[in-house]
């Protein structure tokens, strides 16, 4: 599998901003779900245990976000379902391959006196479905519309040709995008 760096930036910038918008919205979901669960604290409270898990646990999830996202980027247009689908349906098997690891928190985790006991709460499973579907929904619309850009901007693009003095050769050596296109990679 080839690994276009564009293509995995634009899936990073939208696994971080599907992150922040997971991590902006937990106080509001917390109460609707009736479960005190965080993810941000989760992760800050596994690196460090003072007044400084806040900003340690929001970067930590960004990264994570960003971190899906750069898979999510490269893997999308293999996934056999509509555009609209691949980002949920991503987040959404992620969230249903890892979950079964909450079993270990109280007994892994540095800060697991800190946490609702999340393994066997369907109210928390609930919970943690609902953040996945969002991320999954943002990071997989976002991401499309990154592409989509990205591939107008492509396509608007002059081929390069050969100028007086140059040949073929210079042209073919001719590197970025323009270049690219040019030798129809």
Do not use: C
């Amino acid at each position: 599998m080839v690994v276009d760096r564009h293509r995995t930036a634009r899936g990073v910038i939208a696994g971080a901003t599907a992150a922040a918008v997971w991590a902006a919205q937990q106080s509001a979901d917390k109460r609707l779900f009736g479960v005190r669960y965080d993810d941000t604290e989760l992760l800050g409270k596994f690196f460090t245990r003072g007044r400084g898990w806040r900003p340690v646990g929001i970067a930590a999830h960004l990264a994570t976000g960003g971190a899906l996202g750069a898979v999510y980027a490269n893997i999308d247009t293999r996934l056999p379902l509509r555009p609209a689908a691949r980002g949920p349906v991503f987040a959404l098997t992620e969230h249903l391959l890892t979950w079964p690891g909450t079993r270990l928190l109280d007994r892994v985790h540095p800060a697991a006196d800190d946490f609702p006991r999340l393994w066997g709460d369907h109210r928390a499973f609930a919970q943690a479905t609902w953040r996945h579907l969002l991320f999954g929904t943002i990071l997989g619309e976002l991401h499309r519309r990154l592409q989509a850009t990205q591939d107008a901007f492509v396509e608007d693009q002059p081929v390069f040709a050969p100028a007086g003095g140059q040949d073929l050769e210079d042209a073919q050596a001719f590197e970025g995008p323009l270049g690219r296109l040019y030798r129809g990679d």
